[in-house]
């Protein structure tokens, strides 16, 4: 190996390490309140650029270069674009640009799977001198009808679900596969993280309270790595929302002149094994 | 005691009409207006199965026979809505049976 590819490599390496350290614990929301009605009925989306255990600080997001439906049926994409419309975010610390969008109930009354992707505007994470990219998949399922959840939706960077991530219960293992231009990332760098805050759709804002404490910093975001086929694995020990998110895994390296970490992520809302009113079971 | 949604009802009448047994397989059956008062029905089932081919049947107040069809390759069936109070009826199959009123049906 030459100096020169060694030297090459050695920067390459620092830099690309610097944009995946820089890049932690920013999570790009894409919440509704339930990913699985029993019937189609109208939408609310929050857009969120934040920190979702920590409930902010939230960060100003651009409106969003693609924000599309595949619809249930899978024949066809709809641009939701229209919908969007910025709101600003009351967060902890904070309050940022973030968005909202209101799906109308003529676009979610269809039986089984419909895919919302939202391609972000690169971020400036301007103290680091980089841009951050989050590639964001919600799905979400009308009567129980699956549909289309494990397919690949061919963005630069994503998380294709091998669980259906709608239908988890607390206590349950979600796995899903790292996907770079379609094709698996082997050990790819990934963060999980809890919304630890309430939502307030309505009032476009985050509850003051944290639902757990973090018995020290490293608890915040837990860090693992997809195996040798791309395939990451993590336990659901909470009900709520997990948040996956596959660190500088594009091929996409620069924007504007300086290092873009395209990430990808997906949500996998849990619910709890509640007993029926006429279980007989106490609770 | 809070009174059952639409929702809640249509699922109950899914449950109620399925054998115990096959629960897991029940169908999942919704109905709702389009353009020009045509009511499109999808039905479906949990597991994945296709519903094509299974019967619908519209049904009048004194539950008199208006209309029958098919669920298409799309897993739907289209009519145009008949006058007054009606309830569609999804026959899918081994008492996989689903109702839904008219008052529950809506843009």
Redesign the interface.
């Known amino acids: 190996m030459t100096f020169t590819r060694r030297l090459f490599q050695t920067l390459a390496g620092a830099t690309f390490g610097c944009v995946a350290c820089a890049a932690q614990a920013h999570f790009q929301m894409l919440y509704v309140e339930d990913t699985a009605p029993q019937r189609g009925d109208k939408l609310e989306f929050a857009l969120v650029f934040t920190h979702p255990f920590s409930g902010g600080p939230t960060l100003v997001m651009d409106k969003p270069r693609a924000f599309s439906q595949v619809s249930a049926h899978g024949s066809k994409t709809i641009d939701l674009r229209q919908y969007l419309r910025p709101v600003q975010w009351q967060s902890r610390d904070n309050q940022a640009t973030a968005y909202r969008a209101s799906i109308p109930r003529e676009l979610m009354r269809s039986l089984g799977d419909h895919i919302f992707v939202l391609e972000p505007e690169p971020y400036l994470e301007a103290e680091e001198g980089l841009y951050i990219q989050q590639f964001t998949k919600l799905i979400v399922n009308v009567g129980g009808v699956p549909g289309d959840w494990a397919e690949p939706q061919g963005l630069p960077v994503e998380i294709q679900p091998l669980s259906k991530p709608y239908a988890n219960w607390t206590g349950g293992v979600f796995r899903a596969v790292v996907l770079a231009d379609g094709k698996p990332v082997p050990f790819a760098e990934v963060e999980i993280e809890y919304l630890n805050h309430a939502v307030d759709i309505e009032q476009n804002s985050f509850g003051q309270a944290a639902y757990v404490t973090a018995p020290q910093a490293s608890f915040n975001a837990q860090s693992t790595y997809a195996d040798a086929q791309g395939i990451v694995t993590l336990g659901l020990p909470r009900a709520g929302w997990w948040g996956i998110a596959a660190l500088d895994i594009g091929a996409t390296k620069t924007h504007k002149g300086k290092p873009l970490s395209q990430d990808a992520v997906l949500w996998v809302q849990v619910r709890d094994m509640a007993p029926g009113k006429d279980s007989g079971i106490a609770h | 005691m809070k009174p059952l949604g639409?929702?809640?009802l249509?699922?109950m009448t899914a449950a109620l009409s399925c054998c115990q047994a096959a629960f897991a397989h029940g169908p999942?059956f919704?109905c709702?207006l389009e353009h020009d008062d045509q009511v499109k029905c999808?039905?479906?089932?949990?597991?994945?199965s296709s519903a094509v081919g299974r019967k619908i049947r519209v049904q009048d107040a004194r539950n008199k026979l208006l209309l029958e069809g098919s669920i298409g390759a799309?897993?739907t069936y289209t009519f145009q809505a008949p006058a007054g109070d009606y309830t569609v009826l999804f026959l899918g199959g081994d008492n996989h049976d689903a109702t839904i009123q008219s008052a529950d049906i809506s843009?």
């Open positions: 639409p929702t809640r249509i699922l999942v919704d709702y999808e039905a479906g089932y949990p597991d994945g799309d897993n843009r």
